[in-house]
């Protein structure tokens, strides 16, 4: 079965052109993902396929069921994940249009999304302090070079609550920060793919520059980049999943020993967690 997942968010419900050859409908201790997830084939490169807003982009960023997403992309032998995800700019130098291969993410959501799998009676540590795949992220890079998509190969990514847009206040102060660009999905959509041995990266697709510009962006004015981003994004997926299909990013787990509570301690319940998560 295919190891490579590709996540996408605003703007990619579909890929285009593309066989689906399955479907699956997973259930998971945390509830529905967003939807099922489909077996696709580009030119005989089998991978997966997940739209983390659901059919019609009814699911907003704060009621995304993060933890079915990732344990049932998980529970079918995903070992890789690409996020494909709209953003703006808190840069000059990241237009609209162009891509950021996100290196770091600066959590600034309220509290209101589970953000863990260790809980309900078991206490696991893992690190975040990478929570992308460098090696994953390294063979985006290579992909991307041989497209003709203007891109930057590093990057900070806020990630807030929303769904409202930032105030002119907050854009400025996340530009003080230091992040590139802002979205609303990736966190804790990676940490928790960390915590399930999971290598994931994230390409930022650029929709406007957030609102610390003097123009004011739109909806509307998003969704004609968005047209744009999508077209770029077919470009790149191309040739990335045939890559990422014939030859894997491998990386080591750093969730082996995450779980401190005693093993007599935890139930049958989260003790199959567990399982699931150290495959």
Known sequence: ??????????????????????????????????????????????????????????ITPSEVNYRANIFGLKKIGVKNIVSISAVGSLKD?????????????????KGIRK????????????????????????????????????????????????????????????RNFGADVIGMTN???????KEAAIGYATVAMVTDYDCWRDEHCSVEEIMKVMSTNYKS??????????SLVQNPVDFEAENKYAVMTKKEQISGHSSSIIETLMQ
């Open 233 to 242: 994004a077919q470009e790149l997926l191309n040739k990335l999943i045939p």
């Open 1 to 58: 079965m295919s190891k490579l997942a590709i996540i996408g968010g605003s703007g990619i419900y579909k890929l285009e052109g593309l066989k689906i050859t399955n479907e699956f409908v997973i259930d998971t201790p945390f509830g529905d993902m967003s939807g099922p997830i489909f077996e696709m084939e580009l030119d005989g490169n089998s991978f997966y396929f997940l739209s983390r807003h659901g059919a019609g982009h009814s």
């Open 115 to 174: 953000r863990t799998f260790f809980d309900d009676g078991m206490v696991g540590h893992v690190s975040v302090a990478h929570p992308i795949e460098e090696n994953l992220r390294q063979r985006i890079e290579e992909v991307i070079k041989e497209t003709s998509i203007k891109h930057s190969t590093h990057g900070t990514y806020i990630c807030i609550e929303g769904p409202q847009f930032s105030s002119k206040a907050e854009s400025e102060l996340y």
């Open 93 to 109: 130098k990241h237009a609209p249009g162009d891509f950021v291969l996100v290196n770091q993410f600066i959590d600034w959501t």
């Open 187 to 193: 966190v804790p959509e990676s940490y928790l793919a």
